[in-house]
């Protein structure tokens, strides 16, 4: 059960980082049509959770190995 749940916490920090960065990195959207221009801005705050809740989890994983 211990080896799992540390299988299971480095597969979800791996995960939630690459998702993180993926939202962090990617353009968002934005429509041009003729003279229109449509940008949708957002701020960074949910990337960089997802990213640090990725590295809690990793760090979590790593240490059920020491136990």
């Not at 080896?3 to 353009?27: A, D, M, Q, R």
């Not at 960074?44 to 590295?55: D, H, R, Y």
Request: hydrophobic share 50%; net charge positive.
């Amino acid at each position: 059960m211990n080896n799992v749940l540390k299988v299971v916490l480095l597969i979800v920090g791996i995960g939630l980082i690459g998702y993180g960065l993926y939202t962090l990195f990617t353009p968002e959207f934005s429509f041009d049509a003729g003279p229109l221009k449509i940008e949708a801005r957002g701020n960074n705050t949910q990337s960089l959770a997802m990213i640090g809740f990725g590295v809690l989890s990793l760090i979590a994983g790593l240490a059920f190995g020491k136990r």
